[in-house]
């Protein structure tokens, strides 16, 4: 809503302020600037950078399994417009602003789900990273048959019966009471083979193919050529144009880790008990947060960074999956993905340099950008260094040296403090750098609306 709100103002007032346009040169104009290139509106440059956004930071997302209970006998007013608004506002807004504001933390998010449903699909025969990755987003969920309905629980492999049952005989599916999300080793291998569709079912579930995903990515990519080609003939990109490229170069790596995760699943698979068997979450027990509210939330906000947020939560006692719960997976993994995705997010930061030396309407909005870019490459080369202190203390096996844990470990505590006190400077950064974005289109130098030429790129015979 604020990326729309500032568009439209821009569009309102941006082709009546005076600027460094010449009055001569209409936006709309369609003649040649340099007597070889024709122009672009701002309109054009608005809705391009729009459109590339919004694929990458709604479209792009694969959200977990946001299980809701069905409810009957509804009126119109809550079945077709309070339900759908709730939906809306406390679960895929939420998902949205983050996708918007840190994009590196839902590329932890795929990262960490990639690598852990690589490892699941390969504990099922059969079984694929599609699989993998419908388990980890809460794709199985465990509902109790009513008292009165007729079953036959599930026989393991070894002929020993399983907690698990099938019903035999009619039931009304309203009386089915739903329990909660169920993780890997809650359910028995032999289960799984039984219950878990095949590959192509599953795809079917979700909202989006493989020919949607290559069509976003190829326009993803065409606004990414744009760019390039226009970087070559030197012609200057918006602050805007920078913003979406950075979205752009990230989200292509959150489409590939994402591939094979199905998109927008909003049922998951019923997998029954009977009414008198008991449920205890499988694994470890979680951990639990400190008791002090400066310690709690300054450890919250270091496990939710480096991604180790997951050992914290009980499924057993979850309505629906978390929404961003990837599973209790090693330190290693984690590691392993907080290393490449900081790196990644420093990149991130780093792409917003591309418009170091453009031109801004004030210096106050030059500094500020300039502030802000180096925040945004800084923040996560500490997160970086947080996840390879935790890599080298976790394997022992690998023969580090003391003297390099040591100066790991005492990196890490000081990246650690530096995360706690500079935490706020890094959303205030991409905040600031996605207004700016929008407040330079008020006055652009001319070049800015010179299209490319692409005649230059194909060889004269």
């Not at 569009?11 to 040649?32: F, M, N, W």
């Not at 809460?138 to 629980?153: K, M, N, T």
């Not at 326009?219 to 920078?242: D, K, M, S, Y």
């Amino acid at each position: 809503m604020l990326i729309l709100l500032l568009a439209y103002s821009i569009l309102q007032t941006g082709q009546s302020e005076a600027g460094p346009i010449p009055a001569s040169i209409e936006l709309r104009d369609v003649a040649s600037y340099d007597g070889q290139n024709s122009q672009r509106s701002l309109a054009n440059v608005v809705w391009s950078c729009l459109s590339t956004i919004l694929l990458c930071t709604w479209v792009a997302v694969h959200p977990n399994v946001h299980f809701r209970a069905e409810k009957h006998n509804q009126g119109w007013f809550k079945k077709w417009l309070w339900d759908p608004l709730h939906e809306a506002f406390t679960y895929k807004l939420p998902l949205f602003l983050w996708a918007l504001l840190v994009p590196e933390y839902i590329l932890a998010w795929a990262v960490r789900q990639y690598l852990q449903a690589g490892v699941i699909s390969k504990q099922v025969p059969g079984w694929t990273r599609t699989h993998g990755h419908f388990m980890i987003m809460g794709g199985f969920h465990l509902f109790r048959l009513p008292a009165d309905a007729p079953s036959v629980p599930i026989p393991l492999k070894s002929s020993k019966l399983s907690a698990f049952s099938v019903s035999t005989g009619h039931h009304s599916r309203r009386d089915e009471v739903p329990v909660c999300p169920l993780q890997f080793t809650d359910v028995p291998v032999d289960i799984l083979e039984i219950l878990a569709p095949t590959e192509t079912e599953l795809k079917d579930r979700g909202k989006s193919d493989a020919l949607t995903k290559i069509i976003v990515l190829f326009q993803t990519l065409w606004f990414v050529i744009q760019c390039i080609a226009r970087g070559t003939q030197h012609l200057p990109l918006t602050e805007l144009e920078v913003v979406t490229l950075a979205y752009a170069a990230l989200n292509l790596f959150i489409y590939v880790f994402w591939w094979d995760k199905p998109q927008n699943v909003e049922c998951p698979i019923r997998v029954y008990k009977t009414s008198t068997a008991s449920h205890k979450e499988s694994g470890e027990k979680a951990k639990e947060w400190g008791e002090g509210w400066a310690s709690r939330w300054s450890w919250m906000l270091i496990e939710y960074t480096t991604g180790a947020q997951d050992s914290y939560v009980t499924i057993s006692e979850q309505r629906s999956i978390p929404m961003f719960w990837s599973g209790r997976s090693g330190n290693d993994l984690q590691g392993i993905a907080g290393v490449g995705t900081s790196l990644l997010g420093s990149a991130f930061g780093a792409i917003h340099c591309i418009a170091w030396s453009s031109e801004y309407p004030s210096r106050s909005e030059l500094l500020l950008w300039r502030v802000s870019c180096i925040a945004m490459i800084v923040v996560p080369f500490m997160v970086l260094i947080v996840c390879a202190a935790t890599i080298t203390g976790e394997n022992e096996e690998k023969g580090w040296s003391g003297w390099i844990k040591f100066t790991m470990g005492i990196m890490a505590i000081i990246c650690i403090f530096l995360l706690i006190l500079s935490a706020w400077l890094y959303i205030a950064s991409r905040i600031a750098t996605l207004v700016i974005a929008f407040t330079t289109l008020r006055s652009l130098p001319p070049a800015a609306f010179t299209t490319v030429n692409w005649t230059t790129f194909i060889p004269h015979i």
